[in-house]
């Protein structure tokens, strides 16, 4: 989720859509990060970057605009 373009969106979309792969690295980022945050707050906010990312993908023609333009 660091490549805003079509190709990291995909990319994106086949990563959250293999099993396990997402609660084992959202279970090992927890575990090797200093927060304060439990384990499923944590869960929720890998949740919350996730649909923040796919938005910004799906809404980047209307986001994306010229310096000066209206």
Not at 55 to 63: I, M, V
Not at 64 to 70: A, D, H, R
Request: glycine residues 4%; proline residues 4%.
């Amino acid at each position: 989720m660091q490549w805003y373009n079509d190709v990291g969106f995909v990319i994106a979309q086949v990563y959250i859509l293999l099993p396990f792969i997402v609660e084992i690295r959202c279970l090992l980022d927890w575990i090797f990060a200093k927060t304060s945050l439990d384990i499923f707050q944590f869960w929720q906010l890998f949740n919350y970057h996730w649909e923040m990312y796919v938005f910004w993908c799906g809404n980047k023609w209307y986001t994306i605009k010229p310096l000066g333009s209206p």
